[in-house]
Nanobody
Framework: QVQLVESGGGLVQAGGSLRLSCAAS???????MGWFRQAPGKEREFVTA????????YYVDSVKGRFTISRDNAKNTVYLQMNSLKPEDTAVYYC?????????????????WGRGTQVTVSS
């Protein structure tokens, strides 16, 4: 069983930065990890994912060049560095873990989810 807890969300002005963390209880070294987000009235959206080794990453086009995912397997923690934030990045951000080896963008393929952390970007 894996439990995920996100932290680091908050209110920031457009152009600012935030760093989200996802701490896992239980070993996630063999799990692929992903970040998703959900804005009010919208479906949950894939943001980025990282392979268990950290070698492979993938980003949705809207965050490429602005967001960076990384992981520290010794600390069982995944990070999401978000720079140049825009109002449209406002959402609840969720961390998720998957046993699937290849990077996947599909929420249904993820086995464990955190409860989310709110990110609000003001214009």
């Amino acid at each position: 069983q894996v439990q995920l807890v996100e932290s680091g969300g908050g209110l920031v002005q457009a152009g600012g930065s935030l760093r989200l963390s996802c701490a896992a209880s239980g070993r996630t070294v063999n799990y692929g990890m992903g970040w998703f987000r959900q804005a009010p009235g919208k479906e949950r959206e894939f943001v980025t994912a990282i392979s268990w080794s950290g070698v492979s990453t993938y980003y949705v086009d809207s965050v490429k060049g602005r967001f960076t995912i990384s992981r520290d397997n010794a600390k069982n923690t995944v990070y999401l560095q978000m720079n140049s934030l825009k109002p449209e990045d406002t959402a609840v951000y969720y961390c998720a873990a998957t046993r699937i080896v290849l990077i996947t963008t599909t929420p249904d393929k993820y086995d464990y989810w955190g409860r989310g952390t709110q990110v609000t970007v003001s214009s």
